[in-house]
């Protein structure tokens, strides 16, 4: 082979390199010229065929097609990512100052962020949170409490019955008669939410499974004085400025008993459906823990008191997102969770 052979050759092949735009082809071309079995690998075999000054030019040569092809496969691998990189770009376009599309996050629903602010406010002043069976024996969701078998409140909260013993509990007071038991004399301050159920008519403020939060405080000293500042403090943190009433009540499981009503958040007192044209909704029941169910459990009355109050987390939720219904909130509209997720409850 002849370095003008060798050269001519060279040039034939740049001309083809220049034009490729295939990735493939220009790894042919590599091969056949770079490669192991190559055309510049033959012909650095063929330099020891020459002898003297001859020698010396061909392998000059060989050196200076070898440097040439290197550098016009470089280049051309280079412009043909460069092109291919383009073509993506131009395929797959796109506006980056448009709005993103990320899929959409799930949120909390509105029941359980109210649950979780009055829980954080409960806490902050002591309370632990604690939790019960929802399927509750009868003695625990009513004999305990100072309800026994003809009481008429029994009839009152349309008990869901499993059997002549278990039921589906009426109110999470129930956890406070487990936890007394099991306290043994000791101090109570706890906090209890969760699903409670009653066979009502389901109206604008009421239905038959709803969730509750309970809240009760056994010990030494603690008087009607210690009630009230516990709940005007809740009233005021979960509502801020509106005004707050105190009502007589009667609870089986608290002597004396107080109603709790906050002025309406939607008609602000001028009275709605919402309030049933009162201008307030009744948003805590609350009293003195009976002497009965602290003997019950042990506690003596004379030297122990106690307080416990309840309220309805989902009649608080209309409230506090200024719903007028229940019942939307628990369909399971997306349309509604979505226009309220984000949005800030009117007191929180």
């Excluded at 806490?123 to 024996?137: K, N």
């Excluded at 506690?299 to 122990?304: A, G, I, K, L």
Aim: include cysteine.
């Amino acid at each position: 082979m002849k370095v003008s052979e060798l050269e001519r050759m060279s040039r034939s092949a740049v001309s083809e390199i220049s034009e490729l735009s295939d990735a493939g082809k220009l790894e042919e071309y590599r091969v056949r010229w770079l490669g192991g079995k190559g055309l510049i690998r033959r012909a650095r075999a063929a330099i020891k065929e020459h002898q003297g000054p001859e020698r010396v030019e061909f392998a000059k040569g060989v050196n200076r097609v070898a440097e040439e092809i290197t550098e016009v496969l470089a280049r051309a691998a280079d412009r043909i990512e460069d092109e291919a990189t383009a073509r993506r770009i131009d395929e797959d376009w796109i506006d980056p100052s448009l709005p993103a599309t990320a899929p959409r996050r799930g949120a909390l629903h509105p029941v359980r962020v109210v649950e979780l602010r009055c829980v954080e406010i409960m806490g902050r002043l002591g309370f632990e949170q604690a939790e019960g069976p929802e399927v509750e024996t009868s003695y625990y969701n009513f004999d305990a409490l100072n309800i026994p078998r003809d009481h008429p409140a029994r009839d009152m909260q349309d008990t869901f019955w499993v059997d002549e013993q278990r039921l589906l509990r009426t109110h999470t007071t129930s956890v406070q008669a487990r936890l007394l038991a099991q306290a043994e004399g000791r101090p109570v301050k706890v906090v209890v939410a969760g699903r409670v159920y009653r066979n009502e008519a389901v109206d604008a403020t009421h239905l038959a499974m709803f969730h509750q939060l309970d809240g009760f405080w056994v010990d030494q000293g603690l008087t009607f004085a210690h009630l009230k500042g516990v709940a005007v403090h809740l009233a005021r943190e979960l509502y801020g400025d509106r005004r707050v009433r105190f009502k007589p009540k009667s609870y089986p499981y608290t002597e004396p008993s107080v109603g709790i009503d906050v002025e309406c958040g939607l008609c602000r007192g001028s009275g709605c459906a919402a309030c049933h044209e009162s201008g307030w909704v009744t948003i805590m029941g609350a009293g003195m823990i009976h002497r009965n169910v602290l003997k019950e459990f042990g506690y003596d009355p004379d030297r122990v008191s106690g307080f416990a109050f309840g309220w309805g987390l989902s009649r608080m939720t209309t409230q506090m997102y200024g719903l007028a219904k229940l019942r939307p909130v628990y369909r399971g509209d997306l349309r509604l969770l979505r226009a309220l997720d984000g949005r800030p409850a009117l007191c929180v």
